[in-house]
Protein backbone atom coordinates (compact mmCIF):
# COMPACT_ATOMS: atom_id res chain seq x y z
CA UNK A 1 0.00 0.00 0.00
CA UNK A 2 1.27 3.52 -0.86
CA UNK A 3 0.83 6.07 1.47
CA UNK A 4 0.39 9.50 0.28
CA UNK A 5 0.58 12.57 2.74
CA UNK A 6 -0.18 16.19 2.59
CA UNK A 7 -1.21 19.21 4.39
CA UNK A 8 -3.34 22.72 4.99
CA UNK A 9 -6.09 24.40 6.43
CA UNK A 10 -8.81 23.63 3.88
CA UNK A 11 -11.20 26.30 4.96
CA UNK A 12 -13.99 27.04 2.16
CA UNK A 13 -13.17 24.09 1.03
CA UNK A 14 -13.16 24.69 -3.04
CA UNK A 15 -12.52 22.71 -6.35
CA UNK A 16 -8.49 23.74 -6.12
CA UNK A 17 -8.26 21.98 -2.75
CA UNK A 18 -10.56 19.16 -3.87
CA UNK A 19 -8.41 18.76 -7.38
CA UNK A 20 -5.30 19.06 -5.12
CA UNK A 21 -6.36 15.92 -2.55
CA UNK A 22 -7.03 14.43 -6.14
CA UNK A 23 -4.24 14.51 -7.64
CA UNK A 24 -2.73 13.25 -4.98
CA UNK A 25 -4.78 10.43 -3.85
CA UNK A 26 -3.54 9.39 -7.60
CA UNK A 27 -0.02 9.14 -6.40
CA UNK A 28 -0.74 5.70 -4.04
CA UNK A 29 -3.43 3.81 -2.38
CA UNK A 30 -3.80 5.86 0.96
CA UNK A 31 -4.27 9.49 1.59
CA UNK A 32 -3.78 10.99 4.88
CA UNK A 33 -4.75 14.90 5.37
CA UNK A 34 -2.80 16.87 8.18
CA UNK A 35 -5.22 19.55 9.07
CA UNK A 36 -4.04 22.64 10.50
CA UNK A 37 -5.51 23.40 13.50
CA UNK A 38 -7.19 26.57 14.98
CA UNK A 39 -4.35 27.27 17.01
CA UNK A 40 -1.88 26.52 14.81
CA UNK A 41 -4.09 28.36 12.07
CA UNK A 42 -3.95 31.83 14.60
CA UNK A 43 -0.82 31.18 16.13
CA UNK A 44 1.61 30.13 13.64
CA UNK A 45 0.15 30.20 10.31
CA UNK A 46 -1.62 34.00 11.51
CA UNK A 47 -4.78 32.93 9.83
CA UNK A 48 -7.82 32.54 11.30
CA UNK A 49 -10.21 30.20 9.17
CA UNK A 50 -14.01 30.34 8.84
CA UNK A 51 -14.68 26.51 9.76
CA UNK A 52 -13.11 25.64 12.94
CA UNK A 53 -11.40 22.42 12.74
CA UNK A 54 -14.38 19.88 13.86
CA UNK A 55 -15.82 21.53 10.68
CA UNK A 56 -12.83 21.26 8.38
CA UNK A 57 -12.56 17.56 9.45
CA UNK A 58 -15.96 16.90 9.32
CA UNK A 59 -15.72 18.10 5.81
CA UNK A 60 -12.64 16.46 4.53
CA UNK A 61 -13.80 13.33 6.03
CA UNK A 62 -16.85 13.50 3.29
CA UNK A 63 -14.69 13.22 -0.06
CA UNK A 64 -14.01 10.26 -1.36
CA UNK A 65 -10.26 10.67 -1.87
CA UNK A 66 -9.36 11.38 1.80
CA UNK A 67 -8.79 8.52 4.08
CA UNK A 68 -7.42 9.64 7.30
CA UNK A 69 -7.55 13.25 8.90
CA UNK A 70 -4.90 13.66 11.59
CA UNK A 71 -3.95 17.73 13.33
CA UNK A 72 -1.43 19.66 12.02
CA UNK A 73 -0.45 21.23 15.11
CA UNK A 74 3.11 22.59 14.30
CA UNK A 75 5.26 23.41 11.80
CA UNK A 76 8.00 20.45 12.65
CA UNK A 77 5.66 17.68 13.09
CA UNK A 78 6.35 16.47 9.00
CA UNK A 79 9.19 13.94 9.28
CA UNK A 80 7.68 12.51 12.53
CA UNK A 81 4.42 11.65 10.44
CA UNK A 82 6.44 10.57 7.82
CA UNK A 83 8.04 8.15 10.09
CA UNK A 84 4.69 7.17 11.75
CA UNK A 85 2.45 6.32 8.60
CA UNK A 86 5.32 5.32 6.61
CA UNK A 87 4.73 7.78 4.21
CA UNK A 88 5.51 7.20 0.77
CA UNK A 89 5.21 10.60 -0.81
CA UNK A 90 4.49 13.91 0.52
CA UNK A 91 2.34 16.06 -1.54
CA UNK A 92 2.01 19.94 -1.58
CA UNK A 93 0.75 22.91 -4.07
CA UNK A 94 3.10 24.57 -6.19
CA UNK A 95 3.32 27.58 -3.81
CA UNK A 96 4.79 25.66 -1.52
CA UNK A 97 7.81 24.29 -3.77
CA UNK A 98 10.83 23.90 -2.53
CA UNK A 99 9.55 24.66 0.91
CA UNK A 100 10.00 20.95 2.20
CA UNK A 101 12.71 19.23 0.55
CA UNK A 102 14.30 18.66 3.60
CA UNK A 103 11.60 15.69 3.28
CA UNK A 104 13.27 14.16 0.39
CA UNK A 105 15.79 11.68 2.73
CA UNK A 106 12.52 10.35 4.28
CA UNK A 107 9.86 10.21 1.35
CA UNK A 108 9.58 11.45 -2.34
CA UNK A 109 8.10 14.92 -2.56
CA UNK A 110 5.98 15.98 -5.08
CA UNK A 111 4.78 20.02 -5.13
CA UNK A 112 1.68 19.80 -7.74
CA UNK A 113 0.82 22.79 -9.59
CA UNK A 114 -2.04 25.06 -7.96
CA UNK A 115 -5.17 25.73 -9.55
CA UNK A 116 -5.28 29.04 -10.81
CA UNK A 117 -8.15 31.49 -10.23
CA UNK A 118 -9.34 30.00 -7.01
CA UNK A 119 -8.22 30.44 -3.09
CA UNK A 120 -10.30 31.18 0.43
CA UNK A 121 -9.28 34.87 0.08
CA UNK A 122 -10.58 35.19 -3.33
CA UNK A 123 -13.49 34.24 -2.30
CA UNK A 124 -13.72 35.77 0.71
CA UNK A 125 -12.95 39.29 -1.22
CA UNK A 126 -15.67 38.00 -3.97
CA UNK A 127 -18.26 37.32 -1.47
CA UNK A 128 -17.96 41.31 0.40
N1 LIG B 1 -4.25 24.68 -3.36
C1 LIG B 1 -4.25 24.47 -4.74
N2 LIG B 1 -4.89 25.35 -5.54
C2 LIG B 1 -5.54 26.43 -5.02
C3 LIG B 1 -5.56 26.63 -3.62
C4 LIG B 1 -4.89 25.73 -2.80
O1 LIG B 1 -3.66 23.48 -5.23
N3 LIG B 1 -6.15 27.29 -5.86
C5 LIG B 1 -3.54 23.72 -2.51
C6 LIG B 1 -2.40 24.36 -1.72
O2 LIG B 1 -1.25 24.49 -2.54
C7 LIG B 1 -2.21 23.35 -0.59
C8 LIG B 1 -3.64 22.80 -0.37
O3 LIG B 1 -4.41 23.17 -1.54
O4 LIG B 1 -1.36 22.29 -1.01
C9 LIG B 1 -4.30 23.36 0.86
O5 LIG B 1 -4.32 24.78 0.74
P1 LIG B 1 -4.34 25.66 2.09
O6 LIG B 1 -5.43 25.18 2.97
O7 LIG B 1 -4.28 27.09 1.71
O8 LIG B 1 -2.96 25.22 2.74
P2 LIG B 1 -1.90 26.17 3.46
O9 LIG B 1 -2.61 27.17 4.30
O10 LIG B 1 -0.97 26.62 2.42
O11 LIG B 1 -1.19 25.16 4.51
O12 LIG B 1 2.25 22.65 6.51
C10 LIG B 1 1.66 23.05 5.29
C11 LIG B 1 0.56 24.05 5.52
O13 LIG B 1 -0.36 23.56 6.48
C12 LIG B 1 -0.14 24.35 4.21
Redesign the pocket.
Known sequence: MKTVI??????LL?Y??V??LKRAKALGDYLIV?L?TDEFNSMK?H?ESYNDYAERKYILEAIKYVDKVIP?KD?NQ?IADVKKYHVDTFV?????EGQFDFLKPYCKVVY?P???G???SKIKEDLR
Open positions: TYGTFDHGHRLGSKKEWKMGSDWLRTPIST
